[in-house]
């Protein structure tokens, strides 16, 4: 079971509530940083894990690392084998983090018990109109719920800037992310661009 840290009556949370998931206690407001706990019984043997999402700007020596291994990931499995180094070097150079800085969007870090362990991207595409993109999760942090609270996290970041709508698109091989993102609510759609590697469409009402 999902479980919480107490948290401060700082964001309008009746202070007599109980909290049995994570998003119970997530602040809906763009603040300087964000905290998630995820505690199961095997991780109770083995020791508490912690989860720390937070906005860092895009030319952050993290950001830039986490990026190259997202690529890495990506690139890998649409060519079926190790990416070259100049396959990724043009990779990166057609995906570029524009618009991933406020006031136009946010690009959030996740850290499992302070390492990098993953990250994602919000911009806004018109009012009330939000992008999530770069949405990655390290191999070694996978399975423990940080997939679900980054996505999570994007939302809030995403209403935080004027959205009431999100939306992404995805490869067809990436059957994980998909799965995911249909878990928590998002619908396939009718494509929205004309990108050359979105092969689905996914969108989700965030009121």
Same mark, same amino acid.
């Given at each position: 079971?999902?479980?919480?840290?107490?948290?401060?009556?700082?964001?309008?949370?009746?202070?007599?509530?109980?909290?049995?998931?994570?998003?119970?206690?997530?602040?809906?407001?763009?603040?300087?940083?964000?905290?998630?706990?995820?505690?199961?019984?095997? *991780?109770?043997?083995?020791?508490?894990?912690? /989860?720390?999402?937070?906005?860092?700007?895009?030319?952050?020596?993290?950001?830039?690392?986490?990026?190259?291994?997202?690529?890495?990931?990506?690139?890998?499995?649409?060519?079926?084998?190790?990416?070259?180094?100049? &396959?990724?070097?043009?990779?990166?150079?057609?995906?570029?983090?524009?618009?991933?800085?406020?006031?136009?969007?946010?690009?959030?870090?996740?850290?499992?018990?302070?390492?990098?362990?993953?990250?994602?991207?919000?911009?806004?595409?018109?009012?009330?109109?939000?992008?999530?993109?770069?949405?990655?999760?390290?191999?070694?942090?996978?399975? &423990?719920?940080?997939?679900?609270?980054?996505?999570?996290?994007? *939302?809030?970041?995403?209403?935080?800037?004027?959205?009431?709508?999100?939306?992404?698109?995805?490869?067809?091989?990436?059957?994980?992310?998909?799965?995911?993102?249909?878990?928590?609510?998002?619908? &396939?759609?009718?494509?929205?661009?004309?990108?050359?590697?979105? &092969?689905? /469409?996914?969108?989700?009402?965030?009121?």
């Amino acid at each position: 079971m999902d479980t919480v840290t107490p948290c401060e009556n700082t964001h309008g949370i009746p202070a007599n509530r109980s909290f049995t998931r994570v998003s119970d206690c997530w602040p809906r407001t763009h603040g300087p940083q964000w905290t998630r706990k995820r505690l199961d019984s095997a *991780e109770t043997m083995a020791g508490m894990t912690m /989860w720390t999402i937070t906005p860092a700007p895009i030319d952050d020596i993290d950001v830039t690392l986490v990026m190259r291994d997202y690529m890495v990931e990506i690139a890998s499995r649409y060519y079926g084998r190790p990416v070259t180094d100049d &396959e990724l070097e043009a990779s990166l150079a057609v995906a570029p983090l524009t618009g991933l800085e406020p006031p136009t969007g946010v690009f959030l870090l996740a850290r499992n018990n302070g390492k990098i362990a993953g990250c994602v991207g919000v911009r806004v595409v018109t009012p009330g109109l939000a992008e999530l993109t770069k949405m990655f999760v390290q191999p070694h942090s996978r399975r &423990e719920g940080g997939g679900s609270q980054l996505l999570a996290a994007a *939302e809030d970041a995403a209403r935080a800037l004027g959205a009431t709508t999100i939306r992404l698109d995805t490869r067809s091989d990436l059957t994980e992310a998909r799965a995911m993102y249909a878990r928590h609510g998002y619908t &396939e759609t009718p494509p929205h661009n004309a990108d050359q590697y979105a &092969e689905h /469409w996914f969108r989700k009402s965030l009121i």
